[in-house]
């Protein structure tokens, strides 16, 4: 009886890997939860990813991940790094997984802090003067994962999840021409009700890799030149992926026809590179910040805007820094003339790049190309299923949404 080599393989990967799953294409499915070592609380949007390699993750709010790599990558071992905690390596072993990662929050915070001193806005200003050597200086191709939730008050009434292509230029000039998204496969579950239909559309979707990009688009914060509408403040140092960093905080001082953010700069203390930017636009004139996130409103439609913030992370490979993670949170209430009451809305959005082409040999063409005004939810189908995402690296989904997709479902 002649035997196929090929069923001699698969049988050989089963004896060798027979605790993780393997696919068709030979991936490795790697699971965990990732705690704090000190109060062993659950550490969400934890970096997670394989040495090496631009493939990775983040962990979800309970903690969690899931990272499918290539069989060939399973010796390289997983690195987790997360703010103020030391980056860990750690070693993978088919015996010991699911696995279960406890980070060490950092001991050298202040130890080091009379190190990071100096002038707030002149450590910016240099950051910012920095940007073209301490990041990509060629195109990068993203294979990202983006998941979008709108809630009224604590009940989901849309989920939708896609798979998108981000082509990223260099960042020699702080602006964002050229720079695409493209959906590659997407899913959506929405609610059947009637009175969930959310009447509004708002800026945003899988674009905010381009829109959020604070370090690349100069638009979204601000550039050197208008560094002096701030105020700045030397907060506590902190450790990113076992390096000190300065944490500086901004406020706006000015008031402009546009609505200003304050927040907070993670900048590496050696080579001043921004790895971190936390943002929160100012509320205090609700007409500046309407005009700039609504798009469209129906006629009759109160909207009155609660929060707009949101984060955007980098990771630094061989000595250049990529954009990593990005959030975003949307909060506002809606209501009918002559109506009684309002409704309260929240939406949250994130996504992670789960891979990077480094010499991509496709573009994405203009007919595919996701713009800041498309609706995400309008261009997805509504469909879910457990099989959907196969060897995708994603976000694992929380709790609360796998609840959630239960109900709509129903």
């Given at each position: 009886m002649k035997i196929s080599y090929k069923i001699i393989l698969i049988f050989l990967l089963y004896l060798v890997l027979p605790n993780y799953l393997i696919s068709a294409d030979n991936v490795v499915e790697i699971s965990g939860t990732i705690k704090n070592a000190k109060n062993k609380k659950v550490l969400?949007?934890?970096s997670?990813?394989?040495?090496?390699t631009n493939i990775g993750t983040v962990t979800n709010t309970e903690g969690n991940f899931t990272l499918k790599i290539p069989a060939k990558?399973?010796?390289k071992g997983l690195k987790a790094e997360q703010i103020g905690f030391q980056t860990q390596f750690v070693t993978l072993d088919e015996n010991s997984l699911p696995l279960s990662i406890f980070l060490e929050p950092s001991g050298k915070v202040l130890k080091e802090l009379l190190v990071l001193g100096g002038d707030p806005k002149e450590i910016v200003k240099m950051a910012l003067r920095k940007i073209p050597d301490n990041y990509s200086d060629h195109d990068n191709l993203f294979s990202g994962f983006y998941r979008?939730?709108?809630?009224k008050g604590n009940r989901f009434i849309n989920i939708s999840e896609a798979m998108v292509d981000v082509l990223k230029k260099p960042y020699k000039y702080r602006d964002i021409h050229g720079e695409k998204v493209s959906i590659h496969k997407g899913r959506s579950i929405v609610s059947p009700k009637s009175s969930d239909t959310l009447a509004v559309k708002l800026m945003g979707g899988p674009y905010m890799p381009i829109m959020l990009d604070a370090v690349k688009n100069g638009d979204h914060l601000f550039t050197i030149e208008e560094i002096d509408n701030y105020d700045f403040k030397m907060e506590t140092g902190v450790m990113i992926d076992n390096q000190m960093h300065y944490a500086i905080s901004f406020q706006p001082k000015v008031s402009l026809s546009y609505p200003l953010n304050s927040g907070v700069f993670y900048i590496d203390g050696d080579n001043l590179t921004i790895s971190r930017v936390e943002f929160e636009l100012d509320m205090k004139d609700k007409n500046k910040v309407t005009r700039s996130i609504l798009q469209k409103k129906p006629t009759g439609l109160?909207?009155?805007?609660l929060e707009v913030s949101g984060m955007v992370t980098y990771k630094t490979i061989d000595g250049k820094s990529y954009i990593n993670y990005i959030s975003s949170k949307m909060r506002f209430k809606c209501d009918w003339k002559k109506r009684l009451f309002?409704?309260?809305?929240?939406?949250n959005a994130e996504m992670v790049m789960v891979d990077r082409d480094d010499?991509?040999?496709k573009h994405i063409k203009f007919n595919e190309t996701f713009g800041k005004r498309k609706i995400f939810s309008d261009h997805v189908e509504n469909y879910w299923d457990e099989d959907f995402w196969k060897d995708y690296n994603i976000i694992e989904p929380t709790e609360?949404?796998?609840?959630?997709?239960?109900?709509?479902?129903k």
């Open positions: 969400g949007n934890v997670v990813s394989i040495p090496g990558d399973f010796t979008e939730t709108i809630q109160n909207f009155k805007p309002s409704s309260t809305y929240t939406s010499s991509p040999d609360s949404l796998e609840k959630a997709v239960d109900k709509l479902k």
